[in-house]
């Protein structure tokens, strides 16, 4: 029971740092509950319920200071909530070392998208807003919603930067719409994975009550720190919980 209640504080960190960078959270709560005894499918599904609270916390201060853009929340939601039950159903598929190798696989893809999402904030006072286009927004979505599924991650990871790249929005925005998207996806995947019986209760409730405290924490921080500060720390846990989940495989 008590190295259970370390997933409280655990909630409250990874909270604040998915408020500020816009992920669900799932890259650090999948390897904590691997270490409590979760399986690589229960780590996935039971990430997935710490994940939706912890955005709900956040999106909803970015509602109520009126930094959230609903209409693109939902435009990237509704592809991303039909496509995560495709994500579940090749995690409930494949073996766990793949989903283990294909996890850690994912966080050094994400190291480059933090960094991309860096060199392009270097370079937003040279760019212009592009008009939305719905094709690359359902298209985004449709990605984030199967790596959602499959990986237990919110989505984030892909969202941000695509949003940044593709659309045009800035960082913090893309942040916020991420959040925001993430609320419906990481719902839905939590009920395809509760009904084939993936979900570890207790632990994702005590992570997702310390999400929703930490998510209130980085959403009020988002408009005064500098993403630059957590990037590179960011960049460097990436590496470490690659490395970790490849161990984990392996052994």
């Known amino acids: 029971m008590l190295h259970l209640l370390g997933l409280l504080p655990l909630g409250i960190v990874v909270g604040l ?3 500020i960078l816009g992920i669900g959270g799932g890259l650090l709560y999948v390897p904590a509950l691997t270490l409590v005894g979760a399986t690589p499918i229960q780590a996935t599904a039971t990430s997935l319920l710490g ?12 509602w109520r200071s009126k930094y959230l853009n609903t209409k693109l929340v939902i435009l990237l939601a509704i592809p991303a909530m039909l496509s995560v039950g495709i994500g579940v159903a090749i995690a409930n598929q494949i073996s766990e070392n ?3 190798y294909g996890f850690a696989g994912l966080q050094l ?3 480059y998208l933090i960094n991309l999402r860096r060199n392009l904030a270097r370079a937003h006072s040279a ?9 690359k927004v359902t298209s985004i979505g449709l990605l984030a919603g199967i790596l959602s599924g499959l990986f237990g991650v919110g989505g984030g990871i892909v969202m941000v930067p695509l949003q940044r790249t593709f659309l045009g929005e800035s960082i913090k925005a893309s942040v916020r719409a991420s959040l925001g998207a993430i609320v419906l996806i990481s719902s839905v995947g939590v009920t395809q994975h509760a009904m084939a019986g993936n979900v570890l209760w207790l632990p994702g409730l005590l992570l997702g009550v310390g999400s929703l405290i930490g998510g209130q924490l980085g959403a009020r921080l988002l408009p005064k720190l500098p993403e630059i500060w957590v ?13 970790y989940m490849i161990q984990t495989a392996m052994s």
Do not use: D, M, R
């Not at 760019?127 to 094709?135: A, F, N």
């Not at 990037?231 to 490395?243: K, V």
């Open 17 to 19: 740092v998915a408020a």
């Open 51 to 62: 994940i939706s609270l912890g955005a709900i916390s956040s999106s909803f201060q970015n």
């Open 98 to 100: 793949h989903l283990l």
């Open 109 to 111: 893809v994400a190291i």
């Open 127 to 135: 760019t212009t807003t592009q008009s939305v286009s719905l094709p």
């Open 231 to 243: 990037q590179y720390l960011f960049t460097g846990l990436l590496i470490s919980l690659a490395i």
